[in-house]
């Protein structure tokens, strides 16, 4: 029996992959993936052979149908996303879900998360939280589920590019008030920064270091941040 394996490959760090990943990238006939030339820098540095299908947001019908014919008749397939682990904000449940329906084998091979890595140096109780990935983009709407995440008050975990950090801080501190908040940026890369402090305090980090607002960024807002013990 075929099966489609769900890798997670390194969201920065290339050093992240994991051997039981590196070996599956190697054994199975195609790598289906959500950007060929991102993908290509890590089979490139591991010496990986295994042919590259593009796999996106805008191509994912037909190129599900594709995928599974070719793991019906030719073998093993990868899924992987731009970053990280498939399916958390990207459009890989379209295949996941298609390959279920046909009686594909579904077989993940975890590993790094942005999430889970930035939950570990947040100072958050992470007992429990909530996953919410990028916000709408209309202000109603927006506003709408922040304003309902807050009457929950649980954590929870929001992405942004951050050319637009400030405007959703914006809606936060509106929200929210003065807030202390994890900001985490380019996690595990060169210029990672994670730092838990009020949402003022990072605005003026802001004007101190442009830097700041460059690269991608993921957002931990909880009640339950600890800055003292």
Known sequence: MYSLYVVATPIGNLEDITIRALKTLRSVSLIACEDTRKTRILTSRYHIKTRLVSYHEYNKRGAAENIVLHILKAGDAALVTEAGTPLISDPGSYLVRMCIERDIRVIPIPGPSSIIAALSA??????EFTFVGFLPKKPGK??????????????????????????????IENIFGNIKICYAKELTKFFENIQTKEIKSLREDFKNTPELLKGEITLIISPKIVTKI
């Open 122 to 127: 947040s100072g958050v109780d992470v007992s």
């Open 142 to 171: 927006r506003k709408n589920l922040l304003l309902k995440l807050q009457e929950e008050g649980r954590t929870f975990v929001v992405f942004e590019a951050a050319r637009d950090i400030e405007k959703l801080f914006d809606v």
